[in-house]
C-alpha cells in the first residue's frame, strides 16, 4: 500500500480510456512517449519542463504534463485536458502547473497553425539562452535554424497568463524561441515535428556550448540559408517520419508503461 502522500502515476489507465475517443487515447499514448524520449536524451528541469499537444476533434483543448510528475513518469492516463483559456477540462486527480497550462494555453490560442509545443530548461540549452549572441550556425543542426529563431528577454513572469500572452506574442510567426535566461520553446505542426525539432535544437546547443570560447567556423550566410531551407521547414515530420517511428519503438522497449 502506498504511504501516506505517495502519488500512484498509473491513475485509472481504463477509466480514463473510456472516457476519450480512439484519437485522443492514440495521441494520449504519443505524447506520454515524448515526455519519456525527452527525459532519455535530455537532462532537463525537475517538473517544470512540460510538451502539449492540441487535440484535433476540439482544437480549443490541449493535453498537457501533470504538474507534480517528473517526465519520466508521464502516462497516457495522468495527462491533464486544459482549454486554450487555461481552464482544466476534464475531471481528474491531476492537474497541470500555472507556468504549463498557461503559456502552452497562450501558445496554442495565439497560433492555430501550431498542435504540439516543448517546453524545455537543459543545461545547454540554458547556457545558450544567456548568451547575447544566441544561437550560432556552427552546426549542421543549428543552421536548421537559421534566422528561424524568437528571442524573449527575461522582464516578466510568464506562469501568469498576462505573461505567457506576451511570450506568446513575441513568438511571432516564428516555431522557436529562445526564452532568455531561462531555457527553449519548440513549436510544430505535428507533435513528431515538435519532438524532433526539440532534438536537433538540443544537439545544437550543446554543440555550441562544447565549443567554447575557441574561435569558432562560421558558415557562409549562403550556406546557412541554404541549409534552413531544406531542412528547417515545417509540416514536413508526421507520424510516418522515420525519426519518430524509431524513437516510438525505442519507447515500446524501454519504457512500455507509457501506454498505461
Known sequence: MAGKGAI???GSSKLVRERVSEQEWRLRCELAAAHRL????????????HVSVRLPEDPQHFLVKADNLFMEQVTASNLV??????RQVMPSDYKASPAAYNLHAAVLKARPDITAAVHTHSPANLAVSAQKQGLLPITQQ???????????????????????DRLAAA???????????HGALICGKTLPEAYIYHH???????AQVAAG???????SQEACEERARK???VGVYDSGSRDWVASMALAEKLFPDYKN
Do not use: Q
Open 171 to 181: 513568438l511571432g510567426d516564428k516555431w522557436v524561441m529562445i526564452l532568455e535566461n
Open 81 to 86: 485536458k486544459y482549454d486554450v483559456d487555461g
Open 8 to 10: 500512484s502515476i498509473h
Open 231 to 233: 531542412f528547417g521547414r
Open 142 to 164: 543549428a543552421m536548421r535554424f537559421y534566422n528561424r529563431i524568437a528571442y524573449y528577454p527575461n522582464e516578466t513572469d510568464d506562469t501568469t497568463r498576462e505573461g505567457a
Open 213 to 219: 570560447t575557441a574561435e569558432l567556423i562560421i558558415p
Open 38 to 49: 525527452i527525459a532519455h536524451f535530455v537532462f532537463v528541469d525537475m517538473t517544470y519542463n
Open 200 to 206: 536537433f535544437f538540443e544537439l545544437a546547443c550543446r
